[in-house]
């Protein structure tokens, strides 16, 4: 059976996903998948969103063959997919060039969006710049204050940013801020929701928006090599790079596929976004899923190097894909993915997100394990220049 | 009948509107909240609703948010809630009591084994704020075999073959959300208010309350002039705040309003 044929008419993927948010928001959600199921079907939004994609963001994004670093492993052959060359500097940028899309089919003049790192806020004041729509970014207060260069960044795009001071100060209660925004300003307001979680159609069309990823690695792949890779590695926060690499190749079986959480200073300490490792499945944010959770279903703080993992929640299709065995979810922790920032760095003088690192740091584990001619394609979802100051301030060192 | 329906009859005998004050269990503290029941009920409450603490309560403006963060200093469990009704019921077997709340604490402690306690427990209705009927089907089964009543909300944005379909759902009431945003708004339009009435009317007998934004007598005796019920939660919940490092005059400061309230509907 297919396992790339979800979410069922009613948004779930098996017993995950659906829908659950105030009563307030559930027409705009149906008129919203409704708008979205059309524009599949139409011929001109798609080719609308290519052209954006090409001459826009700049795809398609290289797939790189890291033959230094794959040399110093010593293992499998270690391909880069290159989200991290996309204008803005991430995999965010794909998701919101569409929703943007939608947007203005919609008639919103008013663009809104919740972030973390602060790439999926960039991504959105910059299509909300390119089309002239009002823009408010909500970002957890904490966060604000260690990924200062977006907020300017969000800022200089003509974007409010608002710093949300209440819960645990981060991206799910920027996502709780974004969403009182979004039902008091429903008639005139777009939420772009930047993973592919929250209420359904968020997830499955953040997905497809990002497939791009895995549908031009697919190709690349078998130009470079003439065959499938044999393994697929890429960082779940909410997981909308790790989905958009893997849906493509969810129905080629060799391929096996890696999910990597924040381990943060390990799943042992409680200090950490490892949802599959530790968590269990309830409903948060508009979704069932994995969660992180206390013993009276409070949604737990979690800790992680790299703002943009530091989710207590995760996309429905990977608490799906979980359950089927068909991803197998790992985690890496702060130390292991700083060594990892280090190492492509000084290897092949490409700097990755801290996000990103989480998932190289996994290759740097399986990589050595798998035989010389064997083949890993890794997402670099995005690049590192907005995380210097955090891995400057963890060495002791003063910018 | 269950409790909830009898006091709806009970009201319209006596040609009287329900008031029902929210206030959130375990706000500032646990011990203020049972005696603060009985106190509402004592100046002419009708229902209550008691509000669940959650660490993420999307649908909430800062009033209630700021509520949930104290109990939730306190470690106020969905248990805690429910120990808090039993208690209540040691001396008030009348009163309706609604846990108000989201559905997370409710799934952690299972559908079938919530409705067992909470039924032990003497609740009477459950509204979980972002739990839609579509979704509901399981927790609705499991509530109406203790008789639990399983309350939803209708909201300004509600279309109406969704509100046929909620409308069958829903037992107890209705809960009409009166404007488009969070809980203590400021932006309520009772004429708009009374126009949805009729049409919510078109589908369905059982009473229907109407909350968010209703913040003072004047208001509430608008709205208990077109609807059944007049939920009042963030104008009860910054009296808690003000007072809340003098608990003792907590009571007083919600009751006095939740008189005015009662006067101004009754007139």
């Known amino acids: ?399 | 009948m269950s409790r909830i329906a009898q006091k709806f009859a009970e009201l319209k005998t006596q040609g009287r509107k329900a008031l029902i004050p929210f206030v959130t269990a375990g706000d500032p503290n646990p011990a203020v909240t049972v005696p603060l029941m009985h106190a509402m009920v004592a100046v002419g409450a009708d229902l209550l609703e008691l509000g669940v603490p959650f660490s993420d309560p999307m649908a909430e403006g800062p009033t209630i948010q700021k509520a949930c963060e104290r109990a939730l200093l306190h470690n106020v469990s969905l248990r805690d809630v429910l120990a808090m009704v039993k208690e209540f019921r040691q001396t008030d077997s009348q009163t309706p009591v609604v846990l108000m709340g989201y559905m997370n604490p409710v799934e952690v402690m299972g559908y079938q084994n919530f409705a067992r306690v909470a039924a032990e427990a003497g609740v009477d209705g459950l509204l979980t704020v972002d739990m839609p009927p579509e979704e509901a089907v399981d927790l609705v089964a499991a509530l109406v075999a203790v008789e639990i009543d399983p309350i939803f909300l209708l909201a300004p944005t509600t279309m109406d073959t969704r509100m046929a379909m909620i409308c069958a759902a829903a037992r107890g009431f209705v809960y009409y959300v009166s404007l488009k945003g969070v809980t203590g708004a400021a932006n309520l339009d009772i004429d708009l208010v009374g126009q949805k009435m009729e049409q919510i009317r078109r589908h369905t007998q059982i009473p229907i309350g109407v909350g968010f934004g209703i913040r003072d007598a004047e208001s509430a005796r608008r709205v208990a002039a077109v609807a059944d019920a007049v939920v009042v939660g963030s104008a009860v919940v910054n009296r808690v705040a003000e007072n809340a490092e003098q608990p003792e005059k907590i009571q007083e400061a919600v009751c006095s309003l939740l008189r005015e309230m009662r006067a101004a509907m009754d007139s």
């Open chain 1, 1 to 399: 059976m297919s396992k790339a044929n979800l979410p069922d008419a009613s948004g779930h993927f098996g017993p995950y996903g659906g829908r659950f948010v105030a009563e307030t928001l559930m027409e705009p959600l149906e008129e919203l998948t409704a708008a979205y199921e059309a524009m599949k079907q139409d011929a001109n939004f798609q080719a609308e969103f290519d052209r954006d994609l090409a001459h826009y963001v700049g795809r398609p994004s290289p797939l790189y063959f890291a033959e230094r670093w794959t040399r110093i492993l010593g293992g499998a052959k270690i391909y880069l997919k290159r989200e991290d060359l996309n204008h803005t500097g991430a995999h965010k940028i794909n998701n919101t060039v569409g929703q943007a899309l939608l947007a203005k089919r919609l008639g919103k003049t008013r663009i809104i969006a919740e972030t973390g790192a602060g790439q999926h806020g960039v991504a959105s004041a910059t299509v909300a710049a390119r089309l002239g729509l009002e823009c408010v970014v909500y970002m957890g207060a904490e966060d604000v204050q260690r990924q200062a260069l977006n907020v300017y960044r969000m800022k200089l795009l003509g974007a409010t940013v608002v710093a949300v001071t209440s819960g645990t100060k981060t991206l799910k209660d920027a996502m709780n801020e974004a969403m009182r925004d979004w039902v008091t300003n429903v008639d005139d307001t777009y939420y772009i929701i930047g993973t592919a979680s929250g209420p359904h159609p968020y997830p499955a069309m953040v997905r497809d928006f990002q497939s791009i990823i895995g549908r031009e690695a697919k190709q690349q792949i078998l130009e470079a090599e003439g065959r499938l890779p044999d393994a697929l590695v890429a960082c779940v926060g909410g997981g909308s790079n790790a989905i958009g690499l893997f849906y493509p190749f969810l129905d080629e079986p060799q391929v096996a596929m890696y999910g990597v959480e924040a381990g943060g200073e390990g799943v042992g300490s409680g200090l950490h976004a490892a949802r599959f490792a530790t968590g269990r499945p309830g409903v948060f944010q508009g979704v069932r899923t994995y969660l992180l959770e206390d013993d009276n279903g409070q949604i737990m703080a979690t800790h992680s190097v790299s703002a943009g993992l530091d989710y207590a929640g995760v996309g429905p299709e990977h608490a799906w894909l979980h359950d089927e065995g068909r991803v197998t979810y790992v985690s890496a922790t702060d130390t292991e993915a700083l060594q990892a920032f280090h190492d492509l760095t000084r290897f092949e003088g490409i700097m990755p997100a801290l996000e990103s690192s989480h998932a190289l740091a996994h290759v740097t584990r399986l990589a050595p394990q798998m035989d010389r001619e064997k083949i890993i394609i890794v997402n670099v979802s995005g690049r590192g220049d907005k995380d210097i100051h955090t891995v400057a301030g963890l060495e002791g060192i003063k910018v």
